[in-house]
């Protein structure tokens, strides 16, 4: 068989054989028993001590959200005005400038959101300082807080009947400590040790064998790429991100950053069911998103296989499949298999230029995007799809003529209320942003902007518009990849994606965390005849079932004007 | 609202010297001892650096193996792709002149020979590699300018080429600054 194939096979086998035990060791963690992380606990004892924290003191769910857009509001400020100033900071071997206040503002939030969209590259526009101090920073932090949060959720679902959803600060803290970090110091040191620079040392000057003198952009990168996938962040050191032969040297690292970004995302699934005790509802909502990956998946490995019809018609090989944007060393199957990978779990690192996809793959990605909880993001995965089972119990509900129950407790209008606000406001977000976008670049087209309107799009027609809605998709999904030929870095693009970044992260993480407290509160009432068993392979299809026809009432106009429309002009 | 405040500047603080500066540097400690001490591979000829294992480099000579064309023409102050569309019109037509071009050059090559590596931008535009075919439909040309045996090529070639690996996983590939270097060592 084909050895890029067995390539992408092996990869997801050694993934959920990695995140099973991963997951049984979270829970176990997070609940307080033994695990062989302990020796940590000096260590977060000082920090607790330092920071005036009282790690044993529950908090109910608006505290809870307090602490954690507290800190959250900290960083941002932070990291604007860090951003802003860099130019005159230590650290900037190579003198890069200081950013705009538009484009600090959209990094800022970007970052901080777990996003990582990148109007900016990375090589001319942060400093070294930067790289570390904000970039690196904010991956670990918003990692940890989407963590957290979905431990509060695991709290409110571990106990009968309880108004503590867990400390924000301790889980917070554990969650670097005795997750994130350890895990990237074992990834950083393996990147290292395949080419990736890792020191200090600014850009370097040579003579090429034919005589050309080019630079090359360095630093310590090694550190940022391990955390940039195991926190599902996807911010790229380097401007083409993991495509760059230094980002990502070999096959082998391809395997490990792709193992890295899914890693915690599927661990949190099992650590989910081993936390609150229902392994098999852990397993169904596992086997269910796995589906729906492959769904995505293998599409789209055939059709960057195949090549491109286009290229065909000129008579020359396509043995190695669609190569514009790819690279040889990692071929089509695997750049296929990264590209939805990276759009489900909302990382946004890419290791091929999505903007050069086929249409159709180009919009399995975005369907990865606008679904956003095949697996999901660090943490917040789960959240995202526990709206949707929240939706799917309502109709469930409605279908049997009883009240919604979810695992004892009774759903009512105003969780339902909460969960459809929070599903409404994407298509919102997405849809008016673009629809704001293509006004602009239709009638403003000369606006005195950084990049005029007019040449904000790098391809014409149908994939133009692709471009644009693209951009809001990855925004609202905090994913962070692009079709990169769109011209934003201007005041439009910073300061809208700014706005849609901000909501697309907090908004669906209050909606859950306000769901689950209020949920919780109530009283539990025992299973009977009659509970809709949400463990069960049936509700798991009505989920799949409701998140199909969602997504599908909500994009299919805007899937059809871009890649469905490319499509069939390209036949 | 104070109940909240002073513990998240704390805790930031504490974080960024955990985060942002001993991790980074435990890193580039450890990196001391992995090869090109953590500060890139470089590639040398008769001791002079001649540019970095992993990073393609820019061949236009027809007596050197040509790599991929480039978004950003090799130069690794930056990295880019081209971002093209595999519908735009503008595009075809470019890719349609690299064809050309290419058979203008190697007036042996037949076109369905040619594999689409060759005349399509990379990802980082950086790409140092060639599938094996993309270096042996060029070995007429070579053979040619330097007047050597073209069975000397095909096995420099075989030779150059890395497996998929573990001899599993992946694509083959042939490194083309490395396969240049070894090709100014053919006499």
Known sequence: MNTELIGVMVTFVITVLLAFPLGKYIAKMFAGEKTITDFMYPVERLIYRIS??????????????????????????????????????????????????????????????????????????????????????????S????????????????????????????????????????????????????????????????????????????????????????????????????????????????MVELVAQVLIPMAMLFAFGFYIKRKKFAYVIFGIMTVGMLFLVIPTIYWEMQGSTAIAKMGIMQATGAMEGKEVRFGPAASGYWSIITTIISTGSVNSMHDSSMPLSGMMQMLGMLINAFYGGCGVGILNYFIYIIIAVFIGGLMVGRTPEFLGHKVEAREVKIA?????????????????AAYYFVNHGNADWAVQPANWLNNPGNHGFSEMFYEFTSSNANNGSGFEGLGDNNIFWNVTTGFVLLLGRFI???????????????????????????????????????????????????????????????? | MKKYVWPSIKLTMVFIILCAVLYPLLIAGIAKFAPGSGKGETVSVNGKVV??????????????????????????????????????????????????????????????????ELVTASGSGLDPDLSPAGATIQIKRIALIRKLDESKLISLVNQQTEKPLLGLFGPAKVNVLKLNIELDKLK
């Open chain 1, 52 to 141: 005036g924290i009282d790690p044993n003191k529950g908090m109910n769910w608006k505290e809870f959200l307090k602490s954690m857009l507290a800190i959250n509001m900290l960083w941002l400020f932070y990291a604007f005005f860090l951003l802003l100033n860099q130019a005159h900071l230590p650290l900037n071997p190579d003198g890069n400038p200081n950013m705009t206040p538009d484009l600090s503002f959209n990094t800022a939030i970007s970052f901080l959101v777990n996003c990582n969209l990148q109007h900016y590259s990375g090589e001319s526009g942060v400093t070294y300082l930067t790289q570390l101090f904000v970039i690196t920073f904010l991956q670990f932090v």
């Open chain 1, 143 to 254: 990692a940890a807080t989407g963590i957290a949060c979905a431990v509060a959720l695991f709290n409110g679902l571990k106990h009968k009947t309880t108004d503590n959803l867990g400390n924000f600060w301790e889980i917070f803290t554990k969650s670097i400590t005795r997750i994130l970090l350890p895990l990237c110091i074992i990834m950083a040191v393996i990147m290292a040790f395949n080419g990736t620079p890792a020191s200090f040392d600014g850009k370097d000057s040579i003579v090429t064998l034919q005589g050309d003198t080019v630079k090359v952009s360095r630093g310590p990168a090694a550190g940022m790429i391990a955390i940039k996938h195991l926190g599902t962040n996807g911010g790229g050191w380097f401007g083409a991100n993991s495509a760059h032969p230094l980002e990502n040297p070999n096959y082998f690292t391809n």
């Open chain 1, 420 to 436: 459809a606000l929070v599903t409404l406001l994407s298509a919102f977000l997405i849809k008016g942003g673009t629809a704001l």
């Open chain 1, 508 to 571: 669906p993480i209050i909606g859950p965390i306000a769901i689950i407290g209020l949920l919780a509160k109530k009283k539990f009432i025992p299973e009977s005849a009659g509970t809709l068993k949400v463990d069960s392979l049936t509700f798991g299809i009505l989920t799949f079932t409701i998140i199909i026809i969602l997504t599908a009432l909500s994009y299919f106009p805007p899937l059809v004007l871009g890649p469905i429309a490319e499509y069939f002009g390209m036949k």
């Open chain 2, 51 to 116: 540019g970095y294992a992993n990073i393609g480099q820019k061949f236009t000579e027809d007596k050197y193996f040509w790599g991929r064309p480039s978004a950003v023409d090799y130069n690794a102050a930056g990295s880019a792709g081209s971002n093209k569309g595999a519908a735009n019109p503008e595009y075809l037509k470019q890719v349609q002149g690299r064809i050309d071009s290419f058979l203008v050059h190697n007036p042996a090559a037949k076109k369905e020979e040619i594999p689409a």
